[in-house]
């Protein structure tokens, strides 16, 4: 299989499927420490902390300290949310607040017991 198939079929793979040690990478995009970004980190932490438990690499750019990260991604308003990995790509804007939207944002699946 070429490199392009295979990378392909693992991304399809870990679009349908998210093994328990799927890594994400995220990037979240905040505007210094206003009260909006600050719940934002801490909300994030604390759903990245629940749900993934080690799994995940986050990181924090202030879009007033690096200006040019925030214009190399397109962000045009923060708080941001970048999940890079696992496939596909996802933003999710604002603080981070409703739970379910962050979940359904990193493709993951919260089991409810009916």
């Known amino acids: 299989m070429t490199n392009q198939a295979e ?7 870990g679009f349908f499927a998210r093994p328990d040690d799927t890594h994400y990478i995220l990037s979240l995009f905040i505007t210094g420490a206003t009260p909006k970004s600050t719940r934002a980190v801490k ?10 438990q080690g799994r995940y690499e986050l990181e924090v750019i202030d879009i007033y300290q690096q200006p040019e990260r925030a214009q190399k991604e397109g962000i ?3 708080p941001t949310l970048i999940k890079t ?3 596909p790509l996802r933003r999710l804007v604002g603080d981070m607040s409703d739970e379910d939207r962050v979940l ?3 493709g993951l699946r919260v089991k409810t017991n009916v």
């Open 76 to 78: 045009i308003a923060a």
């Open 43 to 52: 909300n994030l932490i604390a759903i990245c902390d629940r749900y993934l």
């Open 85 to 87: 990995l696992p496939l």
């Open 104 to 106: 359904a944002g990193l």
């Open 7 to 13: 990378n392909f079929q693992r991304a399809m793979e």
